[in-house]
């Protein structure tokens, strides 16, 4: 064959590739399998997933408001979980915030670091794109919920 023929077969073979969300570089799906899959969009949490990820942003919103000092006696969120009649009250709760908050953080940027060596940069997620960040803000947020969200949408890709 020549290297003309050669060059418009390597460029149809790459064109049906993008066609179908598929490159040339092969991957493994965690579980050893080969696969040409590459990731081209994200999905977002849904179901229980968003009930996880509100979860964890509301606990780093109280996070701050602890580390802000906004969660102070006599403040309005004092009051307002006085009213709620937490066990321990609001000073229980301010010590259990202060207790596994930075534990908290950096098993979730562990997370976010093993979401891109893992799953992302396996399948072709160009890093610093807008697919990435959204990806990497899920997991930060909803941590394993979003791997398993990937690896469906991965088989679901697979399965064409």
């Not at 965690?30 to 179901?47: A, E, M, N, S």
């Not at 709760?93 to 098993?107: D, E, Q």
């Not at 960040?133 to 697979?158: N, P, S």
Request: charged share 20%; hydrophobic share 45%; proline share 4%.
């Amino acid at each position: 064959m020549s290297s003309a023929s050669t060059n418009d077969a390597d460029k149809s073979r790459s064109a049906a590739r993008a066609a179908h969300g598929v490159d040339g570089r092969t991957s493994t799906d965690g579980g050893g399998k080969k696969t040409l899959v590459v990731v081209r969009d994200f999905v977002p949490p849904q179901g229980f997933d968003r009930v996880v990820f509100g979860s964890v942003v509301m606990f780093f919103s109280l996070a701050a408001m602890v580390g802000l000092g906004y969660l102070e006696p006599g403040t309005a969120a004092w009051r307002f979980l006085e009213g709620m009649r937490l066990p321990r009250g609001p000073a229980g709760l301010r010590w259990l915030v202060n207790l596994i908050a930075l534990p908290t953080l950096f098993i979730h940027i562990a997370e976010v670091l093993w979401l891109d060596r893992s799953r992302l940069v396996p399948h072709g997620v160009e890093r610093g794109s807008r697919v990435w960040f959204l990806w990497l803000g899920a997991v930060f947020f909803d941590g394993v919920c979003t791997y398993k969200r990937f690896d469906r949408h991965v088989k679901a890709l697979e399965a064409g």
